[in-house]
Each structure stands twice: as C-alpha cells, then as structure tokens.
C-alpha cells in the first residue's frame, strides 16, 4: 500500500538504504521497504502520556530487535504483540498500541531487523527466524502470562505473525490483510520471454524461508483467529486471506469492511467500532467478561433462484446467541471466486436471522457479525452511527482523486477552484475535525497557491484565506501526525507545503 513518509529525509539515510537493497535478495528487497527515515525514533510511546520500557535484544554483534514494552496496570498479565508491515515501523503503529492499551491490554510493539531502531538487514529469513530470541524475552518476564499472549498482525506482519503462532504458541490471533508470499513472488514480465519468467520465478521462489506461506501454517495453528479483510485492498490479498480462512485449524471470525482500502484504513470508515471489534475478540479469547454480542455468528447459504439478469438468489441463515428478545444489527458479506464482494443487512433476533444475496456466482464463503451501535432504518434495515471522524472521512471520500493529482502537480489549472468548492461543501456537510484539517494543510497551501494568482479579487481572496488556514491546521508536533486514509500519512509530508504558505503570506504582496 502507498505510504506518505516524512519529506526531509537525510542523504546517508538514501544512501543506506540502497545499498541494503543492493545486498539482499531481491524478493526481500521488494516485500520489505523500511522507511528511509525511522519513525521509532520519532514518535515514542512517550509523546502521547504513555510509560514505557524501551526494548532491545540483542542477536549477535549486527543484529538487534528493539521497540517498546507498553504495561498496563489493570493487564493481569494480558499481552499484545504487535507485528507491523513491511513498509512501517514502530513510528508507524501508535494508533494500534494507543487502543489497545487504552482497552487494558499490555503491548509489546517491535522493529524486525533492519526496521526503525533494530540493526541489521531486513530480509525475509530474518522476518521469521529472529522471532524465538523475541518470544524468549517475553516469556522470561514475570508480567507476561504465557497462556494470555496475542498476536496482532498487519500485511507482511500477519504472514510472520501466523508463523509464530504455529512455532511459538499464543492464545488468540488477530491477522488483517494477509497476503499470499508466493502470490507476491510471482514474477512480473512483459511476456516477451516466458523461459525468463520461469527462471525468475524459481529464483524467487527458492528465496522463500521455509513455511512462510499461510496456507501452510493455517492448518496447524488452533487458537482462536479473527481475520480482517476489506472490499478495498487487493484483490490477489483479500483472495489469499480467504484461501487461508478456509483452511485455518482452529476457530476463525472473518470481518469484511465494506467501504474501505488496506489497513489503518478502517481506523476511519469504521472508527470506533473497529477498535471495539478487536478488543471484544481480545477479551473473550483472553478469559475476560464479556457480553453476548460477541459470540461469532455462524452462517449457512444455500442456491435459489436464477434471475433475468443472469444472476442467482443466495438464501443466507445466519445463527447467533442473543440475550431475551434483543436484536442485533447483522451485516452479511460474501467474497466471490472472482474476489469482488456482496452485503446485505439483516436484524439478529431470538438467535436467527435470514437474508438474501443476487450474486453472479456461487460464493467462496459467506460470514456474519453484528455492528455496534446500528441505528434501525426502514429503508436500509439499519444504518452505522458514525463517530465524527468517520463521517468527514466519508464525505471528502469521492475527493482523493483529485487531491491526489493535485499533490502530484497533476491537477489541472481548470478543476482548482472545483476542487476548492468540493471541499468547502463537504466541510459545510460534516465539520473536519482537527486531524483531517492537519491533513489537508498541504492542500489548502496548494490551491491557496494558485488562487491567490488569480486577477479575480474574490479568488485572490480566497487564496489568501486558504494559506492561512494551511498555517493554522499545522499540528504542533508534526512527527505524530498520521492519518489512516486511503494513502495512509506518517509524520508530516505536508511540512514543505506549509512552510510556502507561511513564506507567501509573510511576503509583502504585490
């Protein structure tokens, strides 16, 4: 997924950089990119009010694992491991050791080798071998229950995450947007040479650490396992997560989040209650008290009719516990073998639900789980009660095509002040709170930029006002912005931006 990193970046940063990827194999160098600069040593538990242990395990004389050791006082002894992508680093996951530590749970946020702090090459071997010396860390501390650890994987952190899993034990699993390694192997050619691609591909493949697939270990691994796909990422990913589901070992939750793109995305399309979510399953696999509502739902489906357009009717039961006559919000997905995705809504009440999916094709698997906090729609069943920040991420959503180009310089000079209008009528919809209005500064500066040029009074006006409102949405500690967007934002790309509107404003006009 694209990443937006902090713009200073130090030339022996680059230089450093290149020559790791210089002498790794070539597959690691593609599926493992740290950041140019680390954010972990950036962006610190510290910096948001949180105490914390600053790790380092030694490996040899080159290699380290370093990160943070988050407790919790009210834990009893309940631990999070937390496994980042292959394009972030401990800088990068705040936003996920920040709930779950505010939900109770100790967290143990680490950099693989060659990541943020950790010294050493990031290669894929070292991805998953250097994890023993990790998890014979965390069992040697007197605060860690080794029957109440979980994994929390992302991306290529998912993929090391089931691996230890299967070789290290845990009681629960969290993997979102868990990928194929093989899938991500495979060669790219221009068709010109297939016996080249056929050597490519067998290079690559012979790279691969034994067991890295998740098709692999899934069967082998029993513990409780929540799964995290989107309608939004990859199709070759959500695809591979399936596969896996499907042949996981133990009890396994899918979560389809509609509307959404590759993690942290649905920090904001389901803002509140993704963080509920995780920390439901967190608890109830973790001997806590919990309530009803999370019990994993169980689906059952069968064909119906064929319809006029070529489609087919899907009847889907839905089986649930529920407390009395209370219902639940139910929403239903289902992942094609073509990968696209089908919803429906539902009520859950005296522990049944029925609904019914038109569907091209016969599902790969249909899942179930309640929403929180739904709200009864006569039109729709039911609708989300989004918190704030997902309701202005949703409606500046239909704009990041156009605020992409325009960061690109590739906006053209006729749709700035429609894209300027677009913007002001969604804040006049949903108010953008702070975090977004930071977001943006770089774009209110750009189009601020071209408007002030304008020899129509109103414009130049106008963007005058926008430049100012660039300097005001600045945050004041700039390293721990982030945003989990479509294009997720780490640190402050947008600082350069601000700093033009700052000098154009603070310049005498002509």
Same mark, same amino acid.
């Given at each position: 997924m694209p990443r937006r990193h902090p713009s200073t970046v130090a030339a022996f940063a680059l230089a450093l950089l290149g020559g790791c990827a210089a002498s790794r194999n070539e597959l690691s160098a593609r599926l493992l990119v740290?950041?140019? @600069?680390?954010?972990?040593?950036? =962006?610190q538990p510290a910096d948001f009010g949180l105490a914390a242990e600053p790790v380092e395990i030694m490996l040899h004389s080159n290699a380290s694992l370093t990160g943070w050791w988050l407790p919790h006082p009210d834990a009893r002894r309940r631990t999070v491991v937390l496994f980042h992508d292959g394009d972030t680093d401990t800088g990068c996951v705040h936003p996920y050791y920040r709930f779950l530590?505010?939900?109770?749970?100790? @967290?143990?946020?680490?950099?693989?080798?060659?990541?943020?702090?950790?010294?050493?090459?990031a290669t894929l071997q070292a991805w998953l071998h250097d994890l023993p010396a990790l998890f014979d860390w965390l069992r040697a501390r007197a605060d860690v229950d080794p029957q109440r650890i979980a994994l929390f994987g992302t991306g290529m952190g998912s993929v090391a995450a089931l691996w230890a899993a299967r070789t290290q034990g845990c009681q629960a699993l969290v993997l979102e947007h868990l990928p194929s390694v093989r899938a991500l192997a495979a060669p790219t050619h221009d068709g010109s040479?297939?016996?080249?691609?056929?050597?490519?591909?067998?290079?690559?493949f012979t790279s691969l650490p034994e067991e890295i697939e998740p098709d692999d270990n899934a069967p082998a691994v029993k513990v409780p396992a929540l799964f995290v796909a989107s309608d939004g990422e990859p199709v070759r990913d959500r695809l591979a997560l399936a596969r896996t589901f499907a042949r996981y070992g133990g009890a396994a939750e899918l979560w389809l989040l509609a509307g959404t793109g590759r993690a942290p995305h649905g920090m904001l399309t389901h803002d509140g209650e993704y963080q509920q979510r995780c920390r439901a399953f967190l608890d109830r696999t973790l001997e806590a008290?919990?309530?009803?509502?999370? =019990?994993?739902?169980?689906?059952?489906? $069968?064909?119906?009719?064929?319809?006029?357009?070529?489609?087919?009717?899907?009847? @889907?039961?839905?089986?649930? =516990?529920?407390?009395?006559d209370t219902r639940h919000a139910v929403e239903v997905a289902a992942v094609l073998p073509d990968g696209s995705c089908a919803f429906a809504r539902t009520w859950l009440q005296n522990g049944r639900a029925r609904t019914r999916l038109s569907l091209a094709q016969a599902p790969l698997l249909v899942t179930a789980s309640t929403v929180p906090n739904a709200v009864p729609d006569d039109a729709r069943f039911w609708r989300r009660e989004p918190t704030a920040l997902a309701r202005a991420g949703a409606s500046i959503d239909p704009l990041w095509a156009r605020i992409d180009a325009l960061r690109n310089d590739a906006l053209p000079?006729?749709?700035?002040?429609?894209?300027a209008d677009a913007?002001?009528?969604?804040?006049?919809?949903?108010?953008?709170?702070?975090?977004?209005?930071?977001?943006?500064?770089?774009v209110?500066? $750009?189009?601020? !930029? !071209?408007?002030? /040029?304008? /020899?129509?009074?109103?414009?130049?006006?106008?963007g005058t006002s926008l430049l100012q409102r660039a300097v005001a949405a600045a945050p004041a500690a700039a390293q721990l912005h982030s945003w989990p967007g479509p294009i997720a934002t780490y640190g402050y790309p947008q600082a350069d931006a601000v700093e033009a509107a700052r000098q154009l404003l603070a310049a005498t006009p002509k």
């Open positions: 740290p950041p140019p @600069v680390p954010l972990g040593e950036l =962006v530590h505010d939900a109770g749970f100790q @967290v143990l946020a680490f950099d693989p080798r060659g990541f943020g702090r950790s010294r050493g090459e040479s297939a016996l080249a691609a056929l050597g490519s591909g067998f290079a690559e008290p919990t309530d009803s509502r999370t =019990v994993p739902l169980r689906t059952t489906w $069968r064909a119906g009719n064929e319809r006029r357009d070529g489609t087919s009717s899907f009847e @889907v039961e839905v089986t649930g =516990v529920t407390e009395g000079p006729a749709e700035i002040t429609p894209l913007l002001a009528a969604a804040e006049a919809t949903t108010p953008f709170p702070p975090l977004l209005e930071a977001e943006l500064a770089d209110w500066s $750009r189009l601020g !930029q !071209q408007l002030r /040029q304008s /020899q129509d009074p109103a414009l130049a006006a106008r």
